[in-house]
């Protein structure tokens, strides 16, 4: 056992943590104050440990954290974090936004056990990190004790992540941060060649960029399970000519992905015999495994079933999907005759040989991932992610999308599909692209059925995302309240976007010139605090971008009344 001392600012130890199973750890000279890394050198698993004050802390800020938003006892906070299953990070919070400590491993641990919760007994938090399987002899511990708003602390993180990986991160395309179509909830595994086409003419007049074709290719069933996948091949009933059918999709304008899901092996597939002995096991009854990567014949099938669209039928790229399948939490079998010690190892290996041949294709590759894969790990592969499941869910659109910004580094980010019922009112309609304002939209409805009132709405939001892009994905994200759901979202940039959700008060900065305020709540107003003493240029718009006010006002002192329509947007410019 070694330890390590955690200094405060002014260089006086406030906490000595421990390291058993490092052989060293060393303080690395920083240039950022409040930063600390420590080199580990590890003999085998590491595992790293000290306790910290809780202070004002309302909430822990996890990877993939979902509905539980809690500050967690230590006896509930440990985590199994994977390169195929979230990142070794968290952060705790205050009410006011304010990182009091945030905690990372480097991109070269591939698996650890990651706990940071609240020991019932002292108050304090207890940290502690397992690192069990690392690609390097070493890894870095970064704690983050600035005072500074928790997205700044998980910038500094991923931009640690970005050099851990240099080269060999993605490079993503400009097309993956646009919008565009998806056939899962409007065909679900209905889909054909012929549905395909007419999605993609439509999808074109409203801008979409790419069209995305999801599960139901490659089997003639419709029964929503897996137990035909393996072979990767398309089903002739459905997809007669799949080399011709993409070059007409690419006539209509768009770029084609395909959905792949390389763990599952169905008990119906060809490939059945030749690989049901070389699985982890059955994740659901007993026609559906997954696969074992750490054995070469795996990856070499795997590998042709991923190629074979972008080489053959000219596919622009693949949605990978169930990659977290591989983060398998059961007993993995004995493999003698695997040529790699860890499943992450082969996944990798697996991932790193697609992402090859594919790229020796075509360069402008289009990967997705899903959100569970946010490890900066995979950021050597995919170049973007999409929300987890959560159809007709703007709240979990909102926030999935925000929690995967926060992580993404350079990685595009989508939302989850986007879909609601045909007589749903326009607000409504609306509030599902509110919801995913941060991201790139992929939209799953038939788009030529809509009624007038629909497809305004849709076109000024497509529109609005279009002309406020820079801003939405590359300006400085700043979400507030984490523990609520972040009730209140900002970018800024050369102009200001500003949605509120639950919080309509909005606090105007001084440095904010134009400011775009977009009312996702349920009340037709917005208290604006900030914004005078001079006066202002107002437009407002309701939810499908008709005008409904515009005109120079000077706002009172305290806060000014801005009437909003609900889903509507208000742009104000200070003179």
Known sequence: MTSFEIRSLDGSVQRTGTATGASSVTELPGTEPGVFRFEVVAEGPVTLQWTWPTGSAVTLWRATCGARREL???????????????????SLVDDHDRSLLTVALSAHVRGCEFAIGVNEETAEQLIELVADDIESPSFVLRIDLRDVHFAEALRGVTADWTADLGDRVAVVPKLARQAMY???YSDHQHVTASTVEHHAAASAA?????????????TDSTARGYAYCGDWEPTSGKFPDMTEHVRRVHELGLRYVLWIAPPLIGAYSKAWERLKDRVLG??????????????????????ECCVRPVRDWGVDGLKIDFIDSWAWDGPVPDAPDADCTSVDEGVELLLQAVRDEVQRLRDDVLIEFRQDYVNPRLWQFGTFLRAGDCAMDPVENRVRTI??????GDRAVHSDMLMWHPSAAPETVAHQFIGALFSAVQVSMELEALPAAHDQVVRFWLAFMREHFDVLHHGVLLPSRSDARYPQVRAVGATTVVAAFT????????????IVLVNGGSEPRLLVEGAGPGPVDLVVSDCSGVEVFRGT?????????????TAGV???DRN
């Open 503 to 514: 919080n309509p008060v909005v606090q105007l900065e001084e440095t904010d010139r134009s």
């Open 182 to 184: 998806s056939t899962w």
């Open 570 to 572: 208000a742009r104000i």
């Open 206 to 218: 409203y801008g979409c960029e790419a069209i995305i074709v999801d599960d139901g290719w490659q």
């Open 553 to 565: 006002t000077t706002p009172p002192a305290g806060l000014w009344v801005v009437d909003v329509p």
């Open 282 to 303: 059955f994740p659901d009854g007993d026609t559906v495994a997954v696969l074992d990567p750490r054995y070469p014949e795996v990856r070499e099938h795997l590998v």
């Open 72 to 90: 967690p006892t230590d006896w509930g906070s440990r985590r199994r974090i994977r390169s195929v299953r979230s990142a070794p990070v968290g």
């Open 403 to 408: 929690d995967t910004r926060l992580l993404a």
